[in-house]
């Protein structure tokens, strides 16, 4: 069985989303833990009702993102991990750690990249005059909200729409696709030529399930 870990700072919907998923659909899979570099993100408690192990590991005491992403790697590697999942983790990574991690390390975006990287996606999407915004699961590459998109999915932006309005908006659709991603990625369904992700039929890959159990 694979295991997945899952980085956060705050609120933690994506990671319910994830945990319900998961648990539901009887993923082939299982969460190893959830790390927090904040130790009040409401996700932590979450994970917890749901009986997942947590922990914290606070960036402010380390003295620069170097030193945090090496201990937050040795933290991570402690679990092997197939997987590590950014799920509304807030901090800018080292290139180090994205490349220790490459191929395994997914994040999701508020917005529908290439648009609008970094900060205050729906407002940028506002200030754009946009009429169709979203979200983006993607593999993390070294380039800040880049690397290959494995799924996204589009809201309309309506009139009299605030920040609020549209991130509620947006974030139900993170609560499908992030999901959705994931359970692919562990059932061995993707295939990343370059920037492209192709997704493999599902039957293609049961038979490529079925050989390696006979192998
Ligand atoms: C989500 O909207 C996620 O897309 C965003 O943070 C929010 C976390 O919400 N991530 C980023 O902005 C990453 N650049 P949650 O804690 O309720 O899952």
């Not at 609008?116 to 200030?127: D, K, V």
């Given at each position: 069985m694979k295991s997945l870990l899952i980085l956060i700072s705050g609120r933690g919907s994506n990671v319910e989303a994830i945990i319900r998923a998961c648990q539901t659909e009887q993923w082939p899979a299982r969460i190893a833990t959830v790390i927090s570099n904040r130790a009040d993100a409401a996700g932590l408690e979450i994970a917890r009702r749901a009986g997942l192990r947590t922990e914290v590991l606070d960036h402010r005491a380390f003295p620069d993102r170097a030193a945090f992403d090496a201990a937050l790697a040795e933290k991570i590697?402690?679990?092997?991990?197939?997987?590590?999942?950014?799920?509304?983790?807030?901090?800018?990574?080292?290139?180090?750690?994205?490349?220790?991690?490459?191929?395994?390390?997914?994040?999701?975006?508020?917005?529908?990249?290439?648009?609008?990287?970094?900060?205050?996606?729906?407002?940028?999407?506002?200030?754009?005059?946009?009429?169709?915004?979203?979200?983006?699961?993607?593999?993390?590459?070294?380039?800040?909200?880049?690397?290959?998109i494995i799924a996204q999915a589009a809201v309309p932006v309506l009139p009299g729409d605030t920040e609020e309005s549209l991130a509620a908006r947006v974030l139900e659709q993170e609560h499908k696709i992030f999901p959705q991603a994931l359970r692919w990625f562990l059932e061995d369904r993707l295939e990343v030529d370059g920037h492209l992700v192709r997704l493999r039929p599902e039957g293609a890959q049961a038979a490529r399930a079925g050989k390696a159990v006979n192998a």
């Open positions: 590697d402690a679990h092997a991990p197939d997987l590590v999942v950014l799920a509304g983790f807030l901090r800018v990574l080292t290139d180090g750690f994205v490349e220790h991690y490459a191929g395994r390390l997914i994040n999701i975006h508020p917005s529908l990249l290439p648009a609008f990287p970094g900060l205050r996606t729906h407002r940028q999407a506002l200030e754009a005059g946009v009429k169709v915004h979203g979200a983006t699961v993607h593999f993390v590459t070294p380039t800040l909200d880049h690397g290959p």
